[in-house]
Every structure is written in C-alpha cells, then in structure tokens.
C-alpha cells in the first residue's frame, strides 16, 4: 500500500503526520488507507491493546488501530521524503512494529532522540525478541531486535 502511495504522489512517501484544517492530526496510516481498506493491517494480532487514530471521513479512513510506526527520517512531520533522494531504498526502514501502541514515529532499536519518547518509540521485540520491518521499497521482513542498527543503520535514508 506505501509503495502504491508512492507511485500515485511523484515517488514521494507519505508524510508521518500533519494537523488537519479541522485541528484533528492526519497519520501516514490515513494516508495508506485507501489502498488497503483494511483496518487489520495496521494490528498486530500479538499486541494486547492499542491506541487509535481519529477517523477522516474527508480522507475515507475509519478509526484505525496502531501497531506500527513509521520510520520519521522518511515519513516526517508535514514531509514525505522523495525516493529518488534516497541512496539505497532497499535497505532503509519506512514501517516497524512499535511496542506501545501510541501514534509517535518509531525509533532505531535503543535510540530514542528525546528522553519523553521512551517506550513510546521503540521497535517491537514481541515476536522471538524480533519484530516486522516494511522497507522502503515494498520488501517486509522479520529482524531481531538490535540488527536493526547494527551492523548497518537501517533507519538512515541518506546513507550510501
């Protein structure tokens, strides 16, 4: 569905979020809605709750669960990054699975640049201390936490 946002915007990702004109926020996930139309690909059935965005029936995007967040070096506030301008799509992170459920980006495995984001940004472990990668060229896979940054920085669209 990102990749579908992407070929319809001039190759540019969604931005991760923005205050609407009736002071509501738009998430990068009302965004890919109309892709999906699918609620339940935004949950992951092992988190025992979530948090919810709000609906946007100017955006045709209900209620929608959150388990994953998007990396907000690519999907960033009012800003969606070009693809073109990326060095290697491949190997950079748009989506994970975030171990809260709140609407904040998600951070590299133990980085989190701002002490009040603690476990609200960190990527999720719950899944045999690993959890599930959307990259920013379509690819999904499973990492084990930590492999994320190590031994390569995942999370850096502008790295060679």
């Not at 990102?2 to 979020?17: A, K, L």
């Not at 709000?54 to 960033?76: E, F």
């Not at 959307?134 to 790295?159: E, S, Y």
């Amino acid at each position: 569905a990102i990749m579908q946002y992407v070929q319809d915007y001039s190759e540019t990702y969604p931005i991760g979020g923005m205050l609407h004109a009736n002071g509501s926020q738009i998430h990068w996930r009302h965004l890919v809605y109309p892709y999906v139309k699918n609620d339940g690909v935004f949950k992951c059935p092992s988190q025992g709750t979530y948090s919810y965005t709000v609906a946007h029936p100017d955006l045709g995007a209900p209620v929608l669960p959150t388990s994953y967040g998007c990396n907000h070096l690519v999907m960033r506030w009012n800003l969606g990054v070009d693809m073109p301008s990326m060095a290697r799509p491949a190997d950079c992170v748009a989506v994970a699975e975030r171990r809260t459920g709140s609407d904040w980006p998600v951070y590299a495995s133990n980085t989190v640049p701002d002490p009040a984001y603690v476990g609200d940004g960190i990527v999720s472990d719950r899944h045999m201390e690993g959890g599930n990668y959307i990259f920013c060229d379509g690819h999904a896979k499973w990492l084990r936490h930590g492999t994320d940054v190590t031994p390569v920085n995942l999370w850096d669209p502008t790295k060679k």
